[in-house]
């Protein structure tokens, strides 16, 4: 529960806090002090949630990709860009020289397109920050899922031919209990040697 932890660790909370709380809450009978520690419960809840919202790990790209105007308007398929996808576990961020096919020089009064060639000018790789990741000690093959298993990309990214602004959250979080799911409903193995090797 990374999320709570931070949390607590920001709101001043600890453990010790939140037991003392508890207990006082099943001490009390008094109405006033029952309306207080109620006040309190709200008002705790209230910093959780809000902590949620804003403490999450959303990344923060460099530049306003959007997904939607390439596929859309400049005709490019999801291989084009992540070329590995049907031949390689990973799927690959594409690399400058795959924007630079196009965006040699300005094609529209995009001020984010600006950032594009100022990369393109310095010949420097634009660091994008990867938001769908697995631990070192989990294996994924995007080849395996998308080729063997003719899964969608959507099924696990969502409508990123939607996507106007660049990934920046998981759409569908990358746990456990996720990819086990999916692995139940089409019968595939989930012994723990096949994702942990
Ligand atoms: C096949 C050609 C092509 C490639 C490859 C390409 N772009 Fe574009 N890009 C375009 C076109 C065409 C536009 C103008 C689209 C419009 O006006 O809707 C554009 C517009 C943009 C814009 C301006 C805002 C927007 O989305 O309309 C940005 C930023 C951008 N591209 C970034 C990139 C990046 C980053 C890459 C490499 C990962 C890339 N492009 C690769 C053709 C391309
Ligand atoms: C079964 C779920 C699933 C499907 C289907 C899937 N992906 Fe992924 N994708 C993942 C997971 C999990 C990761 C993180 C993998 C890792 O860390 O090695 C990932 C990572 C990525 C990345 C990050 C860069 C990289 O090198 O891996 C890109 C880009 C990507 N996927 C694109 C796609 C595209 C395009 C498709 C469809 C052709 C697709 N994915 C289909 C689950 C999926
Ligand atoms: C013009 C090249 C281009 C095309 C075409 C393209 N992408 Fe991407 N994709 C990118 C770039 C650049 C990023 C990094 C910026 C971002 O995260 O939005 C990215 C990021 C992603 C990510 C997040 C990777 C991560 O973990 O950080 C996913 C998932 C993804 N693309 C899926 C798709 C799918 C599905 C399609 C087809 C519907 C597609 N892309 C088509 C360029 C492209
Ligand atoms: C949306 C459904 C779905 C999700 C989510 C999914 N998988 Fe799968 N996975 C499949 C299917 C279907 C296959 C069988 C592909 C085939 O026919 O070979 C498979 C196969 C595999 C295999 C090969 C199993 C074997 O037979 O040895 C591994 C390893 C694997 N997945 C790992 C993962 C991991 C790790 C995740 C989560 C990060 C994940 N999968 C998420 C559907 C999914
Ligand atoms: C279908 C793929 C898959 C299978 C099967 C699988 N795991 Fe995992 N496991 C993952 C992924 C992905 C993660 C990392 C994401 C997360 O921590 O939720 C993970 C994380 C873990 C962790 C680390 C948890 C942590 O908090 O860091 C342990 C321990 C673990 N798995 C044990 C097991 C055991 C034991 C089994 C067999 C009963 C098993 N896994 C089967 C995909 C799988």
Redesign the pocket.
């Known amino acids: 529960m990374p999320i709570f932890a931070k949390c607590r660790r920001n709101s001043g909370l600890n453990n010790h806090g939140f037991l003392r709380y508890r207990s006082s809450m099943t001490l009390s009978s008094s109405p006033s002090k029952r309306s207080f520690l109620c006040r309190s419960a709200v008002l705790l809840l209230a910093m959780m949630v809000g902590c949620a919202l804003t403490s999450d790990d959303r990344k923060i790209?460099p530049i306003v990709?959007s997904?939607k105007s390439?596929?859309e308007n400049?005709g490019?398929?999801?291989t084009?860009?992540?070329s590995s996808v049907q031949t390689l576990a990973a799927a690959s961020?594409?690399n400058l020289e795959?924007c630079r096919n196009c965006h040699s020089e300005s094609l529209s009064e995009s001020p984010e397109e600006a950032k594009l060639l100022k990369y393109v000018a310095k010949a420097a790789e634009v660091p994008?920050?990867?938001?769908?990741?697995v631990p070192d000690h989990v294996y994924f093959s995007h080849r395996r899922h998308v080729v063997a298993g003719r899964l969608e990309?959507e099924v696990c990214?969502g409508n990123?031919?939607q996507f106007t602004m660049?990934?920046s959250l998981p759409e569908i979080p990358v746990t456990m209990e996720n990819c086990m799911s999916c692995h139940r409903k089409h019968n595939v193995t989930n012994d723990c040697l096949s994702c942990h090797r």
Request: contains cysteine; hydrophobic residues 35%.
């Open positions: 790209q990709y997904h390439h596929i400049a490019l398929t999801c084009d860009c992540h961020i594409p795959v994008w920050e990867r938001v769908y990741k990309c990214h990123v031919q660049p990934v």
